[in-house]
């Protein structure tokens, strides 16, 4: 397709917005991009392939800056979660495929990401320790397992958010092995493949709360790791989308001049902002992220009615 020169320069901007999102938490593109290019092309399964190439590119480069600083810490056992996302996610691209749940994504999509990013405005990130404390209670009133219980950490410690700000180790939340861990384990693997595959989006967010309450990452340290895993994630995600849209559709989803000048936009601002956004603390970065989510979404649901 031959693309105008303002659809160029709006391409250029919304990348460049999805890489400065993305620099925050991992956020995803999609309540972005997926209306932008439903205009542009009417394709709902092209918009959900493009969304996630881009979100590969813009995370690669957004990972450069957490690399440089040393915010990232692999794991083999992070893997579990992975695994399972990358199962669900298989299952969700066919759903999508055989029904017809694409006509909701033009409005639902961004009308979500406004109301989480309303949210984020509120309260910033929860910290470490606020969800120990959330864990612990659900542990408490549905398990009640006092043999597991004596192995949590202790969460009655007196950290203000400062403190834990400063605080850059991983400290274990749940122990690893446990029923627990493997119970959460299966829910972040279910809506991470889900969201992945059913949204094309490549759940960074997602994957920064596993991070954090399954393997106890502090939040920057959280988020470069997502970045990295949610590579993982979009580059297969968008291949399934090719094998089941090949097999099921009859054809491939993708445009290289669409995907990029998308991809100008998001490696540009994602290396700048990525290093810049990692000076904030983790509730300034969350109450941003928060006005980043509400105004991407607002410009989406824009496009959606006007078209």
Do not use: H
Request: a neutral charge; proline letters at 2%.
């Amino acid at each position: 397709m031959n693309l105008e020169v303002y659809e160029i320069l709006i391409l250029i901007t919304i990348g460049a917005l999805v890489g400065i999102g993305m620099s925050f938490m991992g956020q995803t593109g999609q309540g972005l991009v997926m209306p932008i290019i439903l205009m542009l092309t009417g394709d709902a399964f092209l918009a959900i392939s493009v969304n996630l190439l881009n979100d590969l590119i813009a995370a690669v480069a957004v990972s450069m800056g957490y690399i440089r600083k040393g915010e990232y810490k692999l794991q083999v056992n992070t893997l579990i979660v992975i695994i399972l996302a990358l199962v669900f996610a298989c299952i969700g691209v066919y759903i999508l495929m055989v029904t017809p749940l694409e006509s909701i994504y033009g409005w639902f999509i961004p009308a979500f990401i406004i109301c989480l990013g309303l949210v984020f405005i509120k309260s910033g990130y929860a910290s470490t320790e606020r969800l120990k404390t959330i864990l612990r209670n659900i542990y408490n009133r549905f398990l009640k397992s006092n043999e597991e219980e004596a192995t949590l950490i202790d969460i009655d410690r007196n950290n203000n958010d400062d403190e834990i700000a400063k605080n850059n180790e991983i400290q274990e939340v749940i122990p690893y092995g446990s029923k627990l861990f493997y119970i959460i384990a299966i829910v972040f693997g279910f809506f991470l493949g889900m969201n992945s595959g059913l949204f094309g989006a490549n759940s960074g967010m997602i994957i920064v709360l596993a991070l954090i309450i399954l393997y106890g990452y502090p939040i920057k340290k959280s988020i470069g790791t997502a970045l990295i895993l949610s590579i993982i994630v979009s580059m297969l995600t968008f291949t399934l989308y090719q094998i089941f849209g090949i097999l099921v559709k009859g054809t491939y989803y993708f445009n290289l001049e669409i995907s990029v000048f998308l991809a100008c936009g998001s490696i540009i601002t994602g290396l700048l902002a990525s290093t810049y956004i990692q000076r904030l603390s983790a509730k300034t970065m969350g109450r941003a992220m928060g006005i980043v989510m509400v105004i991407l979404g607002t410009i989406a649901l824009t496009f959606y009615f006007i078209t």
